[in-house]
């Protein structure tokens, strides 16, 4: 019975970190300093066919009280996205607060950019921005479908799981296209590493019997052998 019991908690305990891995969020919310000049680059691993969503917010830092307050209408961000192959996928100016989206086509890492539009001098004040990045089903927004596409609760939650699932698939299908390409550059280092072993041990072998030849002529002019 105690057996038993044990095995259930340890089945119980399994489900729940499954369910849990299910429905954690696959979002980056951050916000940094950049000066209103400077541009700012983040690496993000996408699969292929998946939505991204980028919502922002820019605040410039008052030079009398050191706080950062909202900016104006004239200060706006500049956004690129290239993909894995530098082929740029985004390109755009945003106002200081707002969201970008964009699809990726090609798995890999993607570099996300981000600019202000400022034209002043010497590096100008500093800025603070905030951004959080959504990839994949976490990118939609389910209020809006269900509004929609007049969707119950249940069908609502069905959707959720099912874009899950699809998201889920592109992952691992990603996490495969990356092992692949590890093993590929492993074989070709290891194939590298035994063809240079072999050419050092040829380049013994000659270097070796080039200096046995050598001292047996030496030692045929000195009429020592």
């Known amino acids: 019975m105690m057996w038993h019991s044990g095995k259930m908690l340890w089945i119980s305990t399994n489900f729940c970190c499954f369910l849990l891995f299910m429905f954690i969020t696959t979002a980056s919310s951050l916000y940094f ?16 066919d998946t939505m991204v969503v980028g919502v922002y917010k820019v605040e410039m830092q008052d030079p009398q009280t050191r706080q950062f307050v909202h900016t104006g209408p004239e200060l706006g ?8 192959e530098s082929k740029n996928i985004l390109a755009r100016t945003y106002a200081a607060e707002g969201r970008f989206t964009f ?57 959720q799981l099912l874009d899950q699932v699809d998201q889920i698939q592109k992952e691992q299908n990603y996490q495969r296209t990356r092992e692949e390409r590890f093993r ?25 019997f080039w200096q046995m030849r050598h001292l047996k002529s030496f030692f045929e002019a000195k009429k020592l052998v």
């Open 184 to 208: 590929q550059t492993s074989e070709s280092t290891n194939q590298r590493v035994l063809w240079w072993s072999l050419v050092q041990t040829l380049v013994l072998v000659v270097t070796g």
């Open 103 to 159: 699809t990726s086509h090609t798995a890999g890492e993607h570099s996300i950019c981000l600019h202000s539009n400022s034209t002043a001098w010497f590096g100008g004040g500093q800025l603070r921005v905030h951004l959080d990045i959504q990839v994949g089903e976490h990118a939609n927004d389910y209020q809006q479908i269900a509004t929609k596409d007049k969707l119950t609760e249940l069908q609502l939650r069905v959707r």
């Open 77 to 84: 961000m500049f956004v690129t996205v290239n993909d894995p």
């Open 33 to 48: 300093h950049i000066g209103e000049t400077e541009k700012k680059c983040f690496i993000e691993e996408i699969p292929d």
